[in-house]
């Protein structure tokens, strides 16, 4: 069977040890997490984990079983890329004087719609929101004139259908 990149939403209880739960399940699947974010979700008190994996549709049709037999898991879902709205954000230090000194680094910036969130003697920060593929672009540009820090986060996504989370947690509670 084909593997292709799913990405899982899971909505939760925010307890201790979850995280560590839905990795073994992968893990003993040897499916490598590709990208994580975990943050609030639209309902009050309840959590969003973002997984990013790459796998056949028969591992992830299982692995969301499992998930969904956590306690603390209100509902697991999974969808490709197609099915989704999705990007990344990055954050690149670079050394002040290459901005001043090399033309080219502006061009760059200005080119892959990024912005530059902070000025000093020293550095500058330069901001970049996009698909990962548009942040490993800019990374490459920037390579060349030396990149003192990079940090991109993990994948944020939204479906492009509902997923009626909400009326599923107002059956449960009636």
Do not use: W
């Not at 796998?55 to 049709?61: A, V, Y």
């Not at 912005?115 to 990962?132: D, P």
């Not at 990374?139 to 940090?151: E, T």
């Amino acid at each position: 069977m084909k593997n292709e990149t799913y990405t899982i939403s899971i909505y939760t209880e925010n307890n201790l040890g979850l995280l560590n739960r839905i990795s073994a399940i992968l893990l003993k699947r040897h499916i490598n997490i590709e990208s994580l974010t975990v943050s609030d979700s639209e309902i009050e008190h309840v959590s969003r984990f973002i997984i990013v994996v790459n796998t056949s549709k028969e591992q992830i049709k299982k692995i969301i079983g499992q998930i969904e037999k956590q306690i603390e898991v209100i509902k697991a879902y999974y969808h490709t890329n197609s099915q989704s709205i999705y990007l990344q954000s990055a954050l690149f230090k670079v050394k002040s004087s290459l901005l001043f000194d090399k033309r080219q680094i502006q061009n760059i910036i200005k080119k892959s719609n990024a912005q530059i969130i902070t000025v000093s003697r020293e550095f500058f920060v330069i901001e970049k929101s996009g698909r990962r593929e548009e942040i490993e672009k800019l990374y490459n540009a920037l390579l060349p004139y030396g990149i003192m820090q990079f940090v991109r986060s993990g994948r944020i996504s939204v479906t492009k259908n509902e997923m009626k989370i909400s009326e599923l947690l107002i059956k449960q509670l009636n």
